[in-house]
Nanobody, 124 residues
């Protein structure tokens, strides 16, 4: 399974951006799809996930109310709508696929497949 992330770019604080993650097969259906990000010098952190057992979405506190994760009906793509971006959102964003239990959903180590990352830079 291959994941292809896209949509990153350079924006100003307060702007919006939508990231896309396309799967090579119907991965988004039977898998939990998640976005992580990694800023320079920092560890990879959970951003948002949409569970494989339902369409329920989970968010990191830092993005709750600003970011929205969704997937299309064909379940081959996952999106991350990012509104009111802040400089601290600057990072490389990665999509990932796996089948973690709920308590492990925020851990990068439980995901089987990863996209290559897309850079989001938010200027102040």
């Amino acid at each position: 399974v291959q994941l292809q992330a896209s949509g990153g770019g350079l924006v100003q604080a307060g702007d919006s951006l939508t990231l896309s993650c396309a799967a090579s097969e119907r991965t988004a259906g039977p898998y939990t799809m998640t976005w992580f990000r990694q800023a320079p010098g920092k560890e990879r952190e959970f951003v948002a996930g949409i569970r494989h057992t339902s369409n329920s979405a989970i968010y990191a506190d830092s993005v709750k109310g600003r970011f929205t994760i969704s997937r299309d009906n064909a379940k081959t793509s996952v999106y991350l709508q990012m509104n009111n971006l802040k400089p601290e959102d600057t990072a490389v964003y990665y999509c990932a696929a796996g089948r973690p239990i709920l308590s492990a959903l925020r851990s990068p180590s439980v995901y089987y497949y990863w996209g290559q990352g897309t850079l989001v830079t938010v200027s102040s």
